[in-house]
């Protein structure tokens, strides 16, 4: 069945160091491909998305490249900043079945001054 | 934007009570969604709705029931509370479009004594 796995965290980095977060993913076919991220004591906020192979999903610094050949997505920032400091989450959705989403198990980013 | 609230941020509930957790959302969203979040078990599909009146079983649907009655609105009840069901619960709301992203409330933590 479809799934997602993303690199177990926590990850620790200082500040302007370059981030990289792993997501790979099985699915039938062409899903859609999203990062959320979740601040402590919130839900989920949708970082980007892509929708088809090659499509690069951006949003306040981030980014991540719909790989269909590595069925990859990972989720990448030049230069991190402390109030990066969250959860992030990879997940899909499937073009045969768009209310069901699969969520990857989170990655906890903590980012040191 | 997109405005998903839930009636409460924290909740303390007794064991044996009947209890009601209240999503609305305000972008005329089609689908509305209940998951659980616990450490080490990610996010998991209790309930979601396509359509007023209409429910459908999630992965973990046991001990909840949700009712529809107004397409902003999405209720989630614990017939019976237990201990086991002290989590973070969260709501979603998705539209139709190109890939179905879904938009989140801030969560309600409940603790079930």
């Known amino acids: 069945g479809d799934s997602v796995t993303q690199m177990e965290g926590p990850v620790t980095l200082s500040e302007e160091a370059f981030l990289t977060i792993n997501c790979t993913y099985t699915?039938?076919?062409?899903?859609?491909l999203f990062w959320y991220v979740q601040y402590p004591g919130e839900g989920l906020q949708l970082l980007l998305k892509?929708?088809?192979?090659?499509d690069k999903g951006s949003n306040k610094g981030f980014e991540a490249t719909y790989r269909k050949e590595t069925t990859s997505f990972h989720l990448e920032k030049g230069s991190v900043q402390v109030s990066d400091s969250a959860v992030y989450f990879c997940?899909?959705?499937?073009?045969?079945?768009?209310?069901?989403?699969?969520f990857g198990s989170g990655t906890k980013l903590n980012v040191k001054p | 934007d997109v405005k998903v609230t839930q009636s409460s941020r924290y909740l303390v509930k007794r064991t044996g009570e009947k209890v009601f957790l209240e999503c609305v959302q305000d972008?005329?969203?089609?689908?509305m969604f209940w998951y659980r979040q616990d450490p080490g078990l990610g996010l998991r599909l209790i309930y979601f709705?396509?359509?007023?009146?209409?429910?459908e079983k999630g992965d973990i649907p046991e001990g909840y029931s949700v009712s529809r009655e107004k397409k902003e609105r999405f209720s989630l009840i614990l017939e019976s509370a237990s201990t086991n069901q002290t989590s973070m619960y969260l709501c979603?709301?998705?539209?139709?479009?190109?890939?179905?992203?879904?938009?989140f409330g801030p969560g309600t933590r409940l603790t079930v004594t």
């Open positions: 709705s396509y359509d007023v009146k209409m429910k």
């Open positions: 699915a039938t076919g062409y899903p859609s």
């Open positions: 972008m005329d969203h089609e689908n």
């Open positions: 997940a899909l959705t499937s073009p045969y079945n768009f209310n069901k989403f699969y």
């Open positions: 979603a709301s998705s539209g139709t479009g190109d890939s179905y992203e879904q938009y």
């Open positions: 892509a929708t088809k192979a090659d």
